[in-house]
């Protein structure tokens, strides 16, 4: 029997996961779970034939320039690839893969806690009854936005802003969204198409956003984009912190603009920004949307998947680049 390649998993994936990935490879684990500096990321990949990183491990040009001729392929564990280098990945003819719609539901479900945890001021509630602090009511207290009927901006209708369409709808609330392109009709489910950012800002109680990091996106939640939106809108990210100026929607918060942000993502994390974690109005969460028990074991096997497929000489299903 051949020998098994030789495969680095960057972090702890679950024992399902690692069970099955050592049956198949010869598997180096990091065991304490820390992230690599970018040194000992290079180092820990020169003698493996596959690297099964996060998006916690930076693969820029200078380090996939560092990998070793034997190592062809980067199967990531995220939808994410926004920390791959793809153009130089595809130079030196390294695959990249991700793990798309296994954790569409998760993390359109953590828009939603995001959105009404916002909107119902959560996190206020939560820390004011663990201090103790809860000594009074009224029926002028604490009181939120209802999002039932109102309009849910989609920045993003791929596959998880579909899924948090399907559930914002749920919610009673209007679906309007922008693409590069319409989906089509039994996607869209009757949503409202936006052929530009600006249109599907102004008509946006709540808008949500689920495209990718890129140049392109990058800062596109900004001081004048916020001003399109209706005052008192509401932002949720569950997908990349860097599609959001953060001094801008720190700024939108305290002049009262927005009502309200609900976000899982950050600029810099861990850690996330010490202005926004300041503010009251505030639902923050440590980008978790896809971290739940079974979307970590569907995307651990779909990382799998796409190395099983590469090894066995096929195109893997999700390849990137
Ligand atoms: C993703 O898959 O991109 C999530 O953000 C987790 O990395």
Known sequence: MPDKPRLLITRKLTDAVLIRAARDYDVTVNADDHVFATDELIAKCQDVDAVLPCHSEHFSADVISALPERLKIIANHSVGVDHVDLVAAKDAGVVVTNTPDVLSDATAEIAMLCMLGAARRGAE??????????????????????????????????????????????????????????????????????????????????????????????????????????????????????????????????????????????????????????????????????????TRDAMGYRALDNLDAYFKGREPGDRVA
């Open 125 to 294: 509630g939560d820390a004011m009854i663990r201090a103790g602090k809860w000594d009074f009511w009224s029926p002028a207290f604490m009181v939120g936005r209802q999002v039932t009927g109102k309009r849910f901006g989609v920045l993003g209708m791929g596959r998880v802003g579909q899924v948090a369409a399907e559930r914002a709808r749920g919610f009673g609330m209007i679906v309007h969204y922008h693409n590069r392109k319409p989906v089509p009709e039994h996607l869209a489910k009757g949503a409202v198409f936006h052929d530009t950012v600006e249109g599907l800002f102004a008509n946006s109680d709540v808008l949500s956003l689920h495209c990718p990091a890129t140049p392109q996106t990058t800062g596109i939640i900004n001081k004048d984009t916020i001003a399109l939106l209706p005052d008192r809108a509401i932002l949720v990210n569950t997908a990349r912190g860097n599609l959001v100026d953060e001094a801008a929607l720190a700024d939108a918060l305290e002049s009262g603009k927005l009502f309200a942000a609900g976000l899982d993502v950050f600029c810099d994390e861990p850690g996330g920004n010490q202005r926004i974690s300041a503010l009251k109005n505030v639902f923050l969460l440590p980008h978790v949307g896809s971290a739940t028990e079974e």
